[in-house]
């Protein structure tokens, strides 16, 4: 037994209709750039890597001092080599006497102490 349901003339072209308007309004609707938001920074850029091009950006080339990023970039160095098992959060480390010295957040780590990766990783966020 064959089944056939067949729409109204009227339904088909509405339907058609919507599917013509959704495919001339979205990529006009995507198309648009929207309003970077007011950021609390002194400077900031957002890049898109895969199409190279800078999508919001404020006094990029103003020197700032690069503490915070320093820390981002180390984070992501030691949770890789945690991924890849390279070093694990037991696994203990010196601080040498001329981090020691550097000027900066500091978490008061004597240099003859061994220190776990865990609490490298805590004093890092913390500070």
């Not at 929207?34 to 103003?62: C, F, G, H, M, W």
């Not at 690069?66 to 390279?86: C, R």
Request: hydrophobic share 50%.
């Amino acid at each position: 037994m064959q089944c056939s349901l067949k729409a109204p003339a009227g339904l088909r072209f509405l339907a058609a209709s919507f599917v013509l308007l959704v495919s001339v309004a979205l990529p006009t609707a995507h198309a648009q750039a929207p309003q970077v938001p007011e950021i609390a920074a002194r400077s900031y850029l957002l890049l898109d890597v895969t199409a190279n091009q800078i999508l919001a950006a404020k006094d990029i080339d103003t020197p700032i001092e690069p503490a915070s990023l320093t820390k981002l970039m180390t984070e992501y160095l030691v949770f890789d080599a945690l991924k890849s098992k390279k070093i694990t959060l037991t696994q203990t480390f010196g601080v040498s006497p001329r981090a020691w010295k550097m000027p900066g957040s500091r978490m008061f780590i004597d240099p003859k102490m061994q220190v776990p990766v865990e609490d490298l990783i805590k004093g890092m966020i913390v500070q």
